[in-house]
């Protein structure tokens, strides 16, 4: 079974409005660690937010926000006020248990800012 | 402070050549990671290194797969002899204990 889902192959938002990208996972552990990464056309993989499995409130970090709902197993990543620099290819990713272990990935979102 | 490097960033072979990828992770980091993405689908795990020592390689797709690190530092990878279905994206990624994974800009591998 798919660790982690993204369902949206690619998404399209206007420059300054807010988008939401989707993300489900799939774990019986009940200590894990969600992680979203961007990937620009220059291939790195750039670290954006976490959010632990016991945290109670959703992790946040400048423009991005992550809408974190356990009973769900959802984990969307919200990008508010969107830039042009923003387009890019987006994962979704869990880690479960221990802090050193693998991460699973999601098939990824590409979005695509419109100015 | 420098992050995690790989090369080459792109190669392309032929079936049944050999290739050596290199990931040189963020100095201190014990934890390194290997992965790969093959067109249109997820990043998948192939093994994790600490240190020297490999604590997980159950991603390996076969025995044409092998990995080492040789004084803990950097790794390689090592495709031999390649096939078509090895072609894609391979990420290397380091961490330290309990924190987030620093990924590499990836070596893109072509086999023809």
């Known amino acids: 079974a798919q660790k982690i889902t993204q369902t949206q192959p690619g998404m399209f938002v206007q420059e300054k409005e807010a988008v939401t990208l989707d993300c489900t996972y799939d774990?019986?552990?009940?200590?894990?660690?969600l992680f979203w990464y961007k990937q620009p056309s220059s291939g790195e993989m750039i670290f954006l937010i976490y959010?632990?499995?016991?945290?109670?409130q959703n992790a946040t970090e400048g423009r991005y926000s992550l809408n974190f709902q356990k009973a769900r197993k959802s984990a969307n990543l919200v990008i508010s006020a969107s830039q042009l620099g923003d387009s890019a290819m987006y994962f979704c990713?869990?880690?479960?248990?221990?802090?050193?272990?693998?991460?699973?990935f999601g098939t990824g979102t590409s979005l695509t800012v419109i100015p | 402070e420098a992050g995690v490097t790989q090369f080459p960033s792109h190669s392309v072979i032929e079936k049944g050549q050999t290739v050596t990828l290199r990931c040189d992770p963020i100095?201190?980091?014990?934890?390194l990671y290997w992965y790969r993405r093959v067109m249109g689908k997820e990043i998948k795990f192939l093994l994790h290194?600490?240190?020297?020592?490999?604590?997980?390689e159950s991603g390996m797709p076969n025995n044409r797969f092998l990995a080492e690190r040789t004084g803990g530092t950097y790794s390689t990878l090592k495709v031999q002899p390649a096939e078509l279905e090895d072609s894609g994206v391979y990420f290397c990624?380091?961490?330290?204990?309990?924190?987030?994974?620093?990924f590499g800009p990836g070596t893109r591998l072509t086999v023809l």
């Open positions: 990624a380091s961490s330290l204990v309990g924190a987030e994974q620093f």
């Open positions: 774990t019986s552990d009940p200590s894990y660690g």
């Open positions: 959010q632990g499995s016991y945290d109670q």
């Open positions: 990713a869990m880690r479960e248990g221990n802090t050193g272990n693998q991460f699973y």
């Open positions: 100095s201190g980091h014990d934890n």
């Open positions: 290194f600490v240190k020297e020592s490999k604590q997980d």
